[in-house]
């Protein structure tokens, strides 16, 4: 099973601030990462896939970058709807697997 | 719009079966991959079970092999989860997720049912 260890665990941040969020695999997964973004009381909703690509309707400011092993998301000036948990996720190998999450929170 | 709804979590006895159900609409539910996705404020997000969209190809996580079945049945847009042998660990947020088959990730969420396994 590919483990994803996603750091930090959590983040305090303001709005207008810019951040990256980091994804390690265990084992490579070449470019079969997804980053999905949940709020209190819903379900994850589908941000970026394939590692760069933007999902439909979701905004420019969110851009998702690596391969192999190393992945990013970067929110290039947060908005207060952004503070939220964010998880990447792998379709590589089976079993699909999540990251634990990363929590960005407002300072 | 397309929507997804879950129903079928409760409390059940450690030991004991349930039968989750989502329902589809807005969308033609038999061109698309299903999964069922678990959370846990423990485990997070827990991949369990994946069925193609002409049910042939099944897969599932080690966690629930050979205690969970998951099928579905196109005609009346629906997915569902046998859960059979609960234990307190299986305790979580059930989601059923959509995936299209050009894009392999999951598109779209119901908002979840809960399972409780308690004594």
């Known amino acids: 099973e590919i483990v994803l260890t996603q750091s930090p665990a959590t983040l305090s941040l303001s709005p207008g601030e810019r951040v990256t969020l980091s994804c390690r695999a265990s084992?490579?997964?070449?470019?079969?990462l997804a980053w999905y973004q949940q709020k209190p009381g819903q379900a994850p909703r589908l941000l970026i896939y394939?590692?760069?690509n933007r999902a439909t309707g979701i905004p420019a400011r969110f851009r998702g970058g690596g391969s192999g092993t190393d992945f990013t998301l970067t929110i290039s000036s947060l908005e207060a709807d952004d503070f939220a948990v964010y998880y990447c996720?792998?379709?590589?190998?089976?079993?699909?697997?999540f990251g634990q999450g990363t929590k960005l929170e407002i300072k | 719009q397309e929507q997804m709804v879950e129903s079928g979590g409760g409390l059940v006895k450690p030991g004991g079966s349930l039968r989750l159900s989502c329902a589809g609409s807005?969308?033609?539910?038999?061109?698309?991959?299903m999964n069922w996705v678990r959370q846990t404020p423990g485990k997070g997000l827990e991949w369990i079970s994946y069925?193609?969209?002409?049910?042939?190809?099944?897969f599932y996580a080690d966690s629930v092999q050979g205690r969970f079945t998951i099928s579905r049945d196109n005609a009346k847009n629906s997915l569902y989860l046998q859960m059979d042998s609960l234990r307190v660990e299986d305790s979580a947020i059930y989601y059923c997720?959509?995936?299209?088959?050009?894009?392999?990730?999951?598109?779209?969420w119901g908002k979840g049912t809960t399972v409780t396994v308690s004594s």
């Open positions: 997720a959509r995936e299209p088959r050009y894009l392999y990730y999951f598109d779209l």
């Open positions: 807005g969308f033609i539910f038999g061109d698309f991959f």
């Open positions: 069925i193609s969209s002409s049910g042939s190809s099944i």
């Open positions: 084992q490579s997964v070449s470019t079969y």
């Open positions: 394939d590692a760069s």
């Open positions: 996720q792998q379709r590589s190998i089976w079993p699909r697997s």
